[in-house]
């Protein structure tokens, strides 16, 4: 029996939240601290000597010996230097300290991040800041217990150099303009908007063992080389599927430590493939919601372990079965509780509901190819397009209840909303269900579901802050076109009326309510003029173009030095991964694989020979020793062809250019590297193949 868990009472306890604030603070202290969250004030100087203290003596009694500012640099992680909280004393003993300085702002060596030009080598200096907006937490890593202090990071020079400052600004942005168009349409309650997220996380679970026996696994998260299981995933019985022991308790493990952490994990589940699952939490402001993923992909990481498995995060870890993406579930709300993408229950005539409906509309097909941009990696470049995920075509689901009422928009005004009804089953003893107005469409990159977006083009390994910051920014865009209008307006309700047919009309081209999988979608996607970008340097690429520079600059997201800092370092971190990645196929073919299978084919023919001095018919033996020499030749013609394709990319000055030969060259060169091995594993006899399988590493749980 499994010890119960007091779910309550563990629930936020490694967090200094409200209630310990609450506490354990003076209550003016306490108060000027809520003003500055709630009302996006500055922090009193005043009062961080009394928080820091506070935070000290609470972590103390909790086993931290250290403090760390966490920040979030460009390289999608984490990132932290822990300082003990010691201060030595005349006596040659140490009193523990923490000031309010310390709390508020550190001073890390910035020399070896990620920062696009902006900053040389030599010029260290960088600086962390404080985001109070998010809570401070303890954190234990074996025996070591630190307590954490979520920080936006920047250059001596004050440019961002981290993903949670911008991310920041944009919510900032959002905040204006949404409550610029609250207050037009008569909202006199609201004082503030924020944008909410629930990142749906996919990942896989592969034992331990074969993790740490395959190179690729262990250097590049993926597999690079593996023929298929004779059984994928193809009778759909994962899906939802009955909790296997090994992966439950790990389940159990993972909720308890990130409840603890205050994550409020909430859903747990088998997904498509087989070895994959997913978590999702209750959604939160997408500030914190972004540090949450974050800790959530570590407590993964580092959970599995216990359990004998390696956590794989990756966007494609197998080839042949499904890849894993984060659901971003974004919506906006109000400070008093208002979901602003709630429909209510008849929506055509809810004037705030369309207005902000039609604004994400107008944002997602003005500025798609950054939206599009926000999700490019070249991990999740193997799933865009490919069957489980979304093309990498941008679109909008709407369903049919919401498509309808756009159709009436565009032709005018709208009158009516269908409705839902309810599903009666045919069994006396089953309920009659409700039935939404609306279906799902899995395949839709961008759908609407009852009261929220979800951005389902995001990869399992990412940052949420990148998708995030575009979304906020371009939606804060088209309400501030809508602003722009409404407060000049005489008649508010013919005012948002004509706004609404406009957009239906201009942008309507971007709602598709079909099979975004199915080919024809893709001639019909190019005949309305939507952006299909399945290259990343391309995506990259498109936020140097004009209207992406004014969009950021225009909202104090990014300025341009700082975008095009960012599109260096995309660009940079591409070229990256794939030459790791041809690397990494290389040392494995010349160290493992080429070896096994030169031992294997000497195997072959002295049993040719063997059976041949025996006098008996060695036919068959010697067609086999044959197809398998074949395929070590061209094994070593495909390894020579990747060595010189990728020392030609190395050489490539020009970061746009490297990228595409990446692409362009060496991720097919590797490609056809792989079939070849592939080819070859099938036929190997498996005494003598050097790396887990497929069928081994999807189905041993
Ligand atoms: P699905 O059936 O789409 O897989 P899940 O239950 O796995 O749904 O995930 C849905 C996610 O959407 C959860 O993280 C949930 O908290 C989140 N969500 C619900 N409402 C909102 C909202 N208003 N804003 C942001 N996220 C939301
Ligand atoms: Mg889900």
């Known amino acids: 029996m499994a010890q119960a868990v007091d779910v309550s009472s563990i629930f936020g306890e490694n967090v200094f939240n409200d209630a310990v604030m609450k506490a354990r603070l003076p209550k003016d202290v306490y108060k ?102 998010s809570p401070v937490f303890i954190k234990e890593d074996g025996e070591n217990t630190t307590l954490f202090i979520p920080c936006a990071f920047c250059s001596y020079t004050g440019e961002t150099l981290d993903k949670k400052t911008p991310l920041l600004r944009s919510m900032d942005a959002l905040d204006k303009q949404a409550m610029r168009v609250l207050r037009a349409l008569g909202n006199t309650t609201s004082n503030h908007v924020v944008a ?15 993790y740490d026996a395959r190179l690729d696994l262990m250097l590049t998260g993926r597999t690079l080389f593996g023929a298929p299981a004779p059984r994928g995933q193809e009778m759909d019985d994962h899906y939802f599927g009955s909790l296997n022991h090994r992966v439950a308790t790990f389940m159990s493990e993972l909720n308890v430590e990130l409840w603890k952490l205050g994550v409020s994990s909430k859903t747990q589940h088998n997904e498509v493939s087989p070895a994959q699952y997913e978590m999702a939490p209750v959604f939160a402001t997408v500030n914190v919601a972004t540090d949450h993923n974050q800790l959530t992909m570590q407590v993964m990481q580092k959970l599995a372990e216990h359990h ?19 659901h971003n579930n974004w919506a ?12 209510g229950s008849t929506p055509h005539d809810n004037m705030s509901f369309l207005i902000f409906l039609c604004a994400v509309i107008k944002a997602v097909d003005k500025y798609a190819k950054i939206l599009r941009a926000s999700v490019a990696t070249a991990g999740n470049e193997h799933r865009l397009g490919a069957n489980e995920a979304p093309p990498a075509i941008i679109s909008v689901f709407l369903g049919e209840q919401l498509g309808d009422i756009f159709e009436q928009l565009a032709l005018g005004a709208a009158n009516s909303s269908k409705e839902g009804g309810t599903l009666e089953l045919g069994v006396s003893t089953l309920p009659d269900l ?47 076109d809508i602003a722009d209008e409404l407060e000049g307006a005489k008649d508010i309700p013919a005012t948002v009326q004509k706004i609404l047919s406009e957009i239906a009309n201009n942008h309507k081209r971007v709602v598709f309510n079909g099979d975004n ?41 990014l300025n341009r030095s700082e975008v095009k800092a960012r599109v260096e370092i995309l660009l940079e971190s591409y070229s990256m991964i794939l030459g790791i990645e041809a690397k990494t196929a290389l040392k494995m073919v010349k160290t493992q694989i080429l070896p096994a299978i030169l031992k294997y084919s000497s195997e072959l023919a002295n049993t040719v020979a063997n059976i041949k001095a025996a006098g008996a018919d060695a036919t068959a033996q010697k067609e086999m020793l044959d197809e398998f020499c074949g395929l070590v030749s061209d094994v070593r ?29 060496v991720l097919p060169a590797m490609d056809e590297l792989r079939a070849k091995v592939d080819a070859i594993e099938v036929i190997c006899s498996y005494d003598y193949w050097p790396l887990p399988t497929y069928s081994e590493m999807l189905f041993v749980k």
């Open 434 to 480: 409700p039935k939404d107005s609306t279906d799902r469409n899995r395949t839709s990159p961008f759908a609407f579901t009852g009261n929220r977006f979800e951005f389902r083009m995001a990869g399992s390994s990412q940052s949420t802050a990148g998708p995030n910051i575009v979304l906020n920014t371009i939606v804060a865009d088209a309400l501030c």
């Open 196 to 210: 909410t997220l629930g990142a749906e996380q996919e990942y896989f679970l592969v034992d331990k063992d074969f």
């Open 308 to 326: 004998g498995f390696a956590c794989l995060l990756h966007e494609k870890p197998f080839a042949g079965v499904n890849g894993s993406g984060k």
């Open 32 to 133: 000027s601290f809520r003003k500055t969250v709630d009302e996006s004030a500055h922090l009193d100087p005043a009062i961080a000597d009394v928080m820091a203290n506070a935070m000290k003596d609470w972590a103390i009694e909790k086993g931290a010996t250290h403090y760390c500012h966490w920040f979030q640099p460009m390289t999608g992680l984490t990132a932290e230097k822990h300082d003990s909280f010691i201060s030595p004393t005349r006596d040659g003993k140490i009193v523990m300290e923490f000031s309010g300085k310390e709390l508020v702002q550190g001073e890390p060596d910035a020399s070896s991040f990620p920062s696009g030009g902006l900053r040389a080598t030599f010029e260290a200096r960088g600086y962390t800041a404080w985001d109070c907006t």
């Open 637 to 665: 013609e495909k390894t020579q062809k990747l060595e010189s394709l990728t020392q030609e990319a190395i050489a490539i000055e020009d970061a746009k250019k490297r990228a595409d030969a990446y692409k362009l060259s």
């Open 332 to 343: 906006i709300s109000t400070d008093d509780g208002i979901n602003l993408l709630n429909p």
């Open 517 to 557: 999988y199915s080919g024809d979608w893709l001639d019909e996607a190019q005949k309305r003029g939507l952006p299909n970008m399945p290259n990343s340097a391309d995506c990259f690429e498109s936020y140097l173009e004009e209207i992406s520079l004014n969009v950021f600059e225009k909202h104090g997201v």
